[in-house]
């Protein structure tokens, strides 16, 4: 159905992505052309919140942080999935009982896997 | 009956069991083996011979059967090959006759080959053609036919080749596969046009043939199965819907074209060149080739399709008239062969020609000569086995095939001189053995089909068999020993001799058997002995005796004086017509020369030219290609980017 | 939305993978990391018990999971298949990971999953479903090339992979999103009746279109989106790429047959001949750069290419003979490519060899191992596509269904390509049986190698003689 939206109103959207385009590069090419430009040397290095910087950004991390970023991210989503579950827990009755705590299960299996392999060991 | 596949099948599994496990570990093991495996077979050829009669009883025609089958390759519907057996009076006529024969071969060869290098070899190839033959017999449909045909083809060369550092035995091996192999293209083009006109009959008649068959096979009949094509309503489809070509009908090419494949197996003139040859085997390798399984197959063909033979009538008439004439021809040579086997081969064909010319004077209305053709099949195997067996254990005793060099044997080898005569008598057609009844069914269906001819020369033929048969005998077991081999001369050892025994039984009484009321197709016939011929038969054969024992026992003058009083044609004669040299004069002169070398050099120049260059271009474009794979995502996603925008524009491009 | 038990038991060999896998971790953690044996007979059980649950589901045919999956005959046969790839591969793995010194427990389990997501991909009915399952598989396998993390090559191979893998599911997902945009659901039936009803094509639909081949054309690698195929068959661990070039290989076909040949059939005609082009353009890419090789492994890569050609004729000759030749064919393929990885494999740790997958390392193995030489012949003559093996009877039906449909440029052209691909593929035999033995011809001779050729080649030729089973079956299950 969209489809044929579009099909009747296709000049609509090459309006649209002209417009939205055209007002864009408005934008950044005021600031380019009007913007004062200042330099000095102080203020081109990189921002670290306020410490002062003493390698490149290329240098290697320490790989747990990405992995605890990982888990993090991992037990963020279940909560955003948990939270409608247990909105509608009422209606989804033993089934849906059963069915988080297989998820949960499989995820607890993760995190102990993820312990037992000295991930959160920061020594 | 059920367990019919067991019949082929423990042969299969023989060969496969010797042939990988047994051989390794024990070569005298792996003979043993084989052999009772052959027995067991026999022995349930027998219980399903015994089912079958005793069930459908005997005196009329008995239905046919296929208790066990299944698909193997299904092309489309109506046609699917599928291996099966097919159980009708002829195919256990063969089953009884091969499995017994092979049985006693494989236990004679035991002590024939004893000693030998090849010998756990030798009994799987034995037990691979045994399987070969036995899986041609059984099956119901002309694919297993042909496939187990071509096996029956590659066993035998595997075995003609078997003293495979001897190169006259390699030669004869190449032989026996090539004449046969080019005679099966004839029989693969009868069969496609026998298919394709089946696959074109069968929506019109195949419902009726399925309701007809109906409880007599387990699987659905298909098209290229016998019982199909065996159908008057396929015939006469066949005779009324496809066109003529050169003035015979459709049905009468694809019959004669697979006659020839037969002719080729069964060694008809002018394909016969490689049956001699073949004697290069173990002698009991040619027993089982020459008595019971390579060269029946191709009367066993020509009886399995007999119904189209007999609709499309022409081709009746070219089996007849070859059949007669390599009969004659095959005994004439025969009478001046010097080597023991050599003659026995030709006595071969001979008899086969006798086979071929009884099918050939049968037609569907007096279908006599077919049942007098099975008979002799049926004896000839026996006697003819016992022949080879019996030259086995003579050339066993004196170490040389030629009659020349034996002589007064029949005192040294006793056992092995009786049993020799009893299948030289049953050959000769001597009352009561076996020979005389299915050579008197044989010239009795010449009579009763009005073919004078062809009885002439087969009464004539009768003759000469009993006299070139007794040459041998006469100048192997008589008169003094002709050679210092034949002073030591021993009996063989028991292993040997028990086998020559219980086929000298069979030679002697398997004439007995009321073969007419077996196969159901004499309509009444084979009551008693026709005296009218019996007696011309019966003293031609003893002319030929007689005139045998006046030139071979006395003097050697007298045949010499023969010889000369013949003169060239003699030297022709000795020399089998030139046959060979007229086939090597047309292979090396003509078709070399003429038509070989254009093609030769039309294949190396623009055929290989064109495969070169087919070859140069592939190489230049892997050369292009190279420098596109650089390894670099980069480039990848380059490649992905233009495949896709080029995508969406072929797609947009076919929707305006 | 409620869930019965038949749904439960209809997706039981899943659930069996995703059991399986849940231990195979836990058992890993157990093990400490010092040796991963019980961690393969953990997976090497789950196959055997999924794919007796898969075989058991035979002739139950419907709809689960309210109509997100198949469960038809196409499922059952693949689950099938795929469990007998894994349980092949992961049996055959040890002797590998330990002649490579990787000792990581997690490989079975990311094995189990792969297969997991390759089952789900075949039994999806939804586009969705269908994507969930390909990402399951996919990310399981990044993790498993890259796994020799020692090795540059790995590392490099794994780091391809992901960015060209994330780039073709993106492109997947946006054709997914279109489409559902176009018809307003993702179930394939609905697509059916969608453009069964309206047979034109938008801009919309053709970008949507577009897209989905061009995701597809990267799971099956062929021109112009294989080039990631070959680096990474030679980067990752021998093992996995013999599972890769099989199994999600074979999924990737499946859903294609079930996204384009069914869902998209009412308008195969935009996209028929472009697909003939892709074939013949991946057929003879794959063959001409296979020819130049001197490494194995690449010659495998591109040799798998050039069989995603061949199969992609099945696709294009789009009629229900045609997709059970090409399911035929994919197992076929699945068989006799998994064998002459395992076979190759095997050869590569022949004693003073680099272990760099040259051709030298075949010569004269021919006669001094029978069973690896006999199992690698056949091997080859399947892949040549010559009988008595399964990969003739492959070709011979994919190419006859294309002839029967009126494609005869595509059968001549494999035909044709066939030819080409004898060279290479007959210079292995040749190697392997003609040439001299040069140095020490030792090789190891682990049991599950002799278990795993054996089974393949006997296989191989037994559905070659007798293939009735195979593809009445496929003719009766084919969507």
Known sequence: MIESILDNNLITFLILLVSVGALVGLFIGLSVFLGPKRTSKVKDSPFECGWIVTTDAWRPFPIKYYLVAILFIIFDVEVAFLYPWAVSFGNLGMAGFISMMVFLAILFVGLYYAIKKRVLDWR | MRNAWLVPGIPFFSFLIVGLFIRPLSEKAAGWVATAALFVSAFFAYSIAWDYFSHFGIGHEGPALVPWAFEWLRYQDHLTATIGTLIDPISILLMVVVTTVSALVHLYSIGYMAGDDGYGRYFTFLNLFSFSMLGLVVAPNIVQMFVCWELVGVSSFLLIGYYYRKPSAVAAGKKAFIVTRFADLGFLIGILILGYFGIEAFPHIGAKIQQEMAGLSSIPIQAIDFAFINHPATAHYILTTAGTVLGLSTLAVACILIFMGCAGKSAMFPLHIWLPDAMEGPTPVSALIHAATMVVAGVYLVARLFPSFAAAGTPLDVVAFIGTFTCAFAAIIACTQDDIKRVLAFSTLSQLGYMMLALGVATAVSPLGHTASMFHLFTHAFFKALLFLAAGALIHGVHSNEIWDMGGLRKKLPVTHLTFLAATLAIAGVPPLSGFFSKDEILRAAVENHHPIVFGVALFVAGLTAFYMFRIYFISFWGDARSEKAEHAHEAPAVMLIPLIALALLAIFAGFVPMGEYLGTSHGGHHGIHWNIAIPATLAGLIGIALSAFMYTGTRERYVAVARALGGMYTVVKNKFYVDEVYLFVTKNIIFHYIARPIAWFDRHIVDGAINLYAWLTGALGRGLKPLQTGQVQTYSAWWISGAVFFIILLWMKLS | ?479
């Open chain 3, 1 to 479: 939305m409620s869930y019965s038990l038949t749904d439960i038991f209809g997706v039981l060999p899943e659930l069996i993978l995703v059991v399986t896998a849940i231990t195979a971790i836990l058992v890993d953690v157990a093990s400490k990391g010092k040796d991963s044996s019980a961690t393969m007979l953990v997976t090497a059980v789950g196959f055997i018990v999924s794919g007796i649950a898969a075989i058991s589901g035979v002739g139950t045919i419907g709809v689960l999971m309210n109509g997100a999956v198949f469960q038809d005959g196409f499922t059952t046969a693949f689950r099938a298949i795929f469990c007998l790839i894994g349980f092949l591969t992961a049996i055959f793995s040890p002797a590998y990971l330990h002649f490579r010194n990787i000792r990581l427990g997690e490989y079975y389990p990311l094995l189990t999953m792969s297969v997991l997501g390759m089952m789900v991909m075949v039994g999806a009915a939804n586009l969705l479903l269908f994507f969930i399952g390909l990402e399951t598989m996919s990310i399981s396998l990044y993790i498993l090339v890259s796994l020799n993390r020692t090795n540059s090559k790995s590392i490099e191979a794994g780091m391809k992979y992901l960015v060209m893998g994330a780039f073709s599911s993106a492109f997947m997902l946006y054709g997914i999103a279109l489409m559902f945009a176009v018809v307003g659901s993702i179930n394939y039936n609905d697509i059916t009746n969608y453009f069964l009803a309206d047979p034109t094509l938008g801009p919309l639909t053709i970008a949507a279109v577009a897209l989905l081949l061009t995701g597809f054309s990267f799971k099956i690698a062929v021109v112009p989106f294989q080039f990631w195929s070959v680096d990474v068959y030679e980067g990752a661990p021998a093992t996995v790429t013999a599972f890769m070039s099989t199994g999600p290989k074979a999924a990737a076909f499946v859903v294609f047959i079930r996204v384009f040949g069914i869902a998209l059939h009412p308008v195969a005609s935009h996209w028929t001949l472009l697909l003939s082009w892709i074939a013949i353009l991946t057929m003879v890419f794959g063959n001409v750069a296979a020819l130049r090789q001197t490494n194995i492994k690449r010659m495998l890569a591109y040799s798998s290419i050039a069989h995603a050609g061949y199969l992609l004729v099945g696709i294009v000759a789009g009629n229900h003979a045609a997709f059970a030749a090409t399911g035929y064919y994919l197992a076929a393929y699945a068989l006799m490519n998994l064998g002459a990885f395992a076979a190759v494999i095997i050869v590569n740790q022949r004693h003073g060899t680099d272990g760099s997958y040259r051709f030298d390392a075949l010569k004269g193995l021919g006669f001094a191992h029978p069973l690896l030489g006999i199992s690698l012949t056949i091997f080859m003559l399947s892949l040549i596509g010559l009988p008595p093996t399964a990969g003739f009877l492959g070709k011979l039906y994919v190419f006859s269904a294309a002839i029967e449909t009126g494609h005869i440029v595509l059968a001549v052209a494999g035909l044709l390509n066939s030819i080409i691909a004898t060279y290479y593929y007959l210079r292995v035999i040749v190697l392997m049986y003609m040439a001299k033995p040069e140095g020490d011809t030792t090789i190891p001779r682990p049991l599950p190698y002799a278990i795993t050729l054996i089974v393949l080649s006997v296989l191989i030729l037994l559905i070659g003689v007798f293939p009735e089973p195979v593809i009445s079956l496929m003719i009766a299950v084919a969507p």
